[in-house]
């Protein structure tokens, strides 16, 4: 069993920058891989951003890449996901999630654990 607790989202300006952190509860967190998901409202819950458990893979949603960057620090049980040049369409609930058998996945269905999700809100 996992727990994962989000934290870093807020309000920031268009062309600005947030850095989110999950941090995770339980053991064998360095064997999951992990991915961030955003959800805004009226809309499917949608992929953003994976890495593998060794932190050898990365994979981004093409609306970020190149902008959003994913990372992880498995001493200590925590993946961030670095945002900048936000837009306003980056608005959205971000969630992060943990897939147990390790390698990254952009299908939602392959994480089992998720957390609460963080507010991420771009002004115009």
């Known amino acids: 069993q996992v727990e994962l607790v989000e934290s870093g989202g807020g309000l920031v300006q268009a062309g600005g920058s947030l850095r989110l952190s999950c941090a995770a509860s339980?053991?064998?967190?360095?064997?999951?891989?992990m991915g961030w998901f955003r959800q805004a409202p009226g809309k499917e819950r949608e992929f953003v951003a994976a890495v593998s458990w060794s932190s050898s893979s990365t994979y981004y949603a093409d609306s970020v890449k190149g902008r959003f960057t994913i990372s992880r620090d498995n001493a200590k049980n925590t993946v961030y996901l670095q945002m900048n040049s936000l837009k306003p369409e980056d608005t959205a609930a971000y969630y992060c999630?943990?897939?147990?058998?390790?390698?990254?996945?952009?299908?939602?269905?392959?994480?089992?654990?998720w957390g609460q999700g963080t507010q991420v809100t771009v002004s115009s």
């Open positions: 999630a943990a897939n147990q058998a390790g390698y990254a996945s952009s299908r939602r269905y392959a994480y089992a654990y």
């Open positions: 339980g053991p064998s967190f360095s064997g999951y891989a």
